[in-house]
């Protein structure tokens, strides 16, 4: 195993490794990649635009380069991320929201991987479809969901999830009133032990995914996931 050692960025990483990358899953990247790392090896570099500012005195000439805005890239990534945030930041209700995550189960991240656009697509809408069913059912309103999918773990594998933003009250079915929010739990658990009342510090909560016509997935639009091994420890 090679180690690098002082000061590290993506652009150093692909510099090293890129091409030998491509050569080995060549096929098995998908356009964006390409696009973003092609993105952060140019970046604040003269293989991008550039300003060129001259010293009317000595005549010194200076290249500034121009960032890549990649939201991939340490160095542009959290000015990106800072914009992006600032535009969502006008969508969002002045309201409660509470904070889900939805993992996609390791079993199917190998058909996910060979099936991104399809497999994504169809995890976006069956939370959604379980969210709504389920406020439905039990607070008779409508949410309003903001729904972002991680493709990768703090670790870096492979391991798609997906953040969910939803209001913790909604517009009623019959699109006439707000329905508030239903508060705390009318019968509070209370600890055998202690005797005192339990805290709410978890919610566990399986959304359903169904290959049917209800989605929209047809059989043949799936790939078999059989050629790419991937390392879901």
Same mark, same amino acid.
């Given at each position: 195993m090679e180690y690098i050692t002082g000061k590290i960025s993506l652009s150093i990483i692909f510099r090293l490794y890129w091409?030998?990358? +491509?050569?080995?899953?060549?096929?098995?990247?998908?356009?964006?990649? &390409?696009?973003n790392v092609n993105k952060i090896l140019k970046c604040r570099t003269p293989l991008l635009v550039f300003h #060129?500012?001259?010293? #009317?005195?000595?005549?010194r000439v200076r290249l500034i380069?121009?960032?890549?805005?990649?939201?991939?890239?340490?160095?542009?990534?959290?000015i990106m991320t800072d914009k992006w945030t600032n535009e969502r930041?006008? $969508?969002?209700l002045d309201v409660d929201y509470h904070h889900l995550v939805f993992t996609v189960p390791w079993q199917l991240r190998s058909?996910?991987?060979?099936?991104p656009k399809v497999m994504l697509g169809l995890m976006f809408r069956s939370v959604s479809i379980s969210l709504q069913s389920w406020t439905k059912k039990y607070g008779g309103y409508t949410p309003g969901i903001y729904c972002i999918v991680h493709t990768f773990g703090s670790d870096l594998?492979?391991?798609?999830?997906?953040? +969910?933003?939803?209001?913790?009250?909604?517009?009623?079915? $019959?699109?006439?009133?707000?329905? $508030?929010?239903?508060?705390?739990?009318k019968d509070p658990l209370v600890c055998e032990v202690c005797n005192i009342e339990m805290?709410? +510090?978890?919610v566990c909560f399986t &959304?359903? &995914?169904? #290959?049917?016509?209800?989605?929209?997935?047809?059989?043949?639009e799936v790939t078999p996931s059989r050629q790419i091994k991937i390392d879901t420890s």
């Open positions: 091409a030998n990358y +491509v050569k080995w899953y060549t096929g098995n990247i998908r356009e964006v990649v &390409y696009e #060129m500012y001259k010293c #009317m005195r000595c005549s380069p121009h960032s890549c805005k990649s939201r991939f890239c340490n160095s542009c990534g959290k930041l006008s $969508d969002v058909i996910t991987l060979a099936n594998k492979y391991h798609p999830h997906f953040h +969910v933003l939803i209001t913790a009250e909604g517009l009623s079915l $019959d699109k006439k009133q707000w329905i $508030d929010s239903p508060g705390e739990r805290v709410l +510090v978890f &959304y359903q &995914y169904d #290959m049917n016509k209800k989605l929209g997935l047809k059989p043949d």
